[in-house]
């Protein structure tokens, strides 16, 4: 097959989902999700799972964690697959260090026993994150500086390095990557203005909520296996339940923090797309319809962000652009 490979990205509760369902449909296609929780089982009402068949959604167990790398190397074998069967990939979803996994590559880091990490987490569990924050800023001050003290995936994942290694995580990423940018049309949604995203963040949230959101993750705690240092357990909205279910805060504290957390995603998401090369961006309103480029609802700061993306319309741009309009 010739032509690119869609990548269809963009912040959370943009619409991603329901536009790849309506591609694969009139372009046939199937779909490959990029998304870093519902990769694992029994994470379904607050990962949004889909109706709509996806590859790699379900894959492993939440007490056995899946990296960037795991992805990579599974949806290249997806695509090779779908691509055998006379169809096209779609790789649609929000985890941008999936995406960077597949279509830029990661830097060869020697793979780390896991008794490092575990190591590092009994650590967390006794003096807490900041506090192994500031270990990393002594070894690794580079990554340490990009880091909240909170972030705690990260916070292990550069001490794991350091310490299986020998050699900062910082270090290690400046070595040469693959990048296999040019098979892929990389097209991200963006919707406008901020406040009907942040709307529809927070009605998705509250439906989340209405289907069971709670009583999934307490079937996830009832294991007796699983706990809160899992990626599982530390996605955005899981998070914030375990904590309620631990007794740290009441539920209406559950739901203010869990959107908090998911708009700071929102953000997140729309940091790593600013500075994603080659890139095309896809402007919606708060119905969906197509809007016009960086608007005036559009803040200046973030109009001068995206100056750098690409805007040459592609054969997946056009595609897009015709189902949007016959929706």
């Not at 591609?23 to 799972?49: H, P, Q, T």
């Not at 056995?64 to 055998?84: G, L, Q």
């Not at 990389?186 to 406008?192: K, Q």
Request: proline share 6%; with cysteine.
């Amino acid at each position: 097959m010739s032509e690119r490979i869609l990548a269809l990205m963009g912040p959370t509760a943009s619409g991603k989902s329901s536009l790849a369902e309506r591609l694969a449909e009139r372009f046939d296609g199937e779909l490959i999700s990029v998304d870093s929780a519902l990769v694992y089982r029994g994470l379904s009402i607050g990962a949004a799972k889909p109706d709509y068949p996806h590859h790699l959604v379900h894959l492993r167990d939440p007490v056995d964690p899946y990296t960037a790398a795991d992805f990579a190397r599974d949806a290249k074998r997806c695509m090779e697959e779908i691509i055998a069967r006379g169809r096209r990939p779609i790789l649609v979803g929000g985890s941008m260090l999936y995406f960077k996994a597949l279509i830029h590559g990661l830097d060869d880091i020697p793979s780390i026993d896991p008794s490092i990490r575990a190591a590092i987490e009994n650590e967390a569990r006794e003096v807490g994150w900041p506090a192994l924050h500031r270990e990393l800023s002594k070894v690794d001050p580079a990554s340490a500086a990009q880091l909240h003290p909170n972030h705690s995936q990260r916070i292990c994942r550069a001490l794991e390095v350091y310490r299986g290694t020998g050699a900062p995580l910082s270090a290690w990423q400046r070595g040469e990557a693959i990048s296999q940018a040019d098979q892929f049309e990389c097209i991200a949604l963006r919707t406008e203005p901020r406040a009907a995203l942040h709307r529809r963040i927070e009605c998705r949230l509250d439906g989340m909520f209405a289907e069971g959101l709670i009583d999934e993750v307490r079937a996830l705690m009832a294991r007796g296996d699983c706990h809160s240092d899992l990626p599982a357990i530390r996605a955005v909205g899981y998070r914030q339940v375990w904590a309620y279910l631990q007794g740290e805060f009441d539920l209406p504290t559950c739901r203010e923090k869990a959107l908090v957390a998911t708009r700071q995603l929102a953000k997140r998401q729309l940091t790593w797309l600013r500075s994603w090369p080659d890139l095309t961006w896809v402007w919606t309103d708060a119905a969906g319809r197509l809007a016009p480029q960086a608007d005036s609802a559009a803040e200046p700061d973030d109009v001068s962000d995206l100056e750098g993306s690409s805007m040459m319309e592609g054969v997946w741009h056009a595609r897009i652009e015709e189902v949007i309009r016959n929706f």
